[in-house]
């Protein structure tokens, strides 16, 4: 069975995965965004902010000590 959003992450530090790192242009300048952002409960309001935004897994796992529970993988629609 598979939980809602709010019951599995509420005031829940955790990563989502998008797949492949992006590339964006910001004020003109090509910049790669990395594949994996970490998001953390806002304090005194409902929902998350991404706090940190890398390639390295591992490493934001480490870091926050998250594991692979708390990682979320978004699918491309088929």
Not at 1 to 12: G, I, P, R, S, Y
Not at 48 to 71: F, G, N, P, R
Request: charged share 30%.
């Amino acid at each position: 069975m598979v939980k809602d959003w709010d019951t599995m992450f509420a005031d829940k530090i955790f990563i989502t995965d998008i797949g492949t790192s992006q590339k964006i242009e910001i004020k003109g300048k090509n910049v790669e965004i990395g594949r994996y952002a970490v998001f953390s409960p806002n304090k005194n309001q409902k929902g998350h902010q991404a706090i940190e935004i890398s390639d390295d897994y591992e490493m934001l796992c480490k870091k926050y000590k998250i594991t692979s529970d708390y990682t979320c993988v978004v699918e491309k629609p088929s």
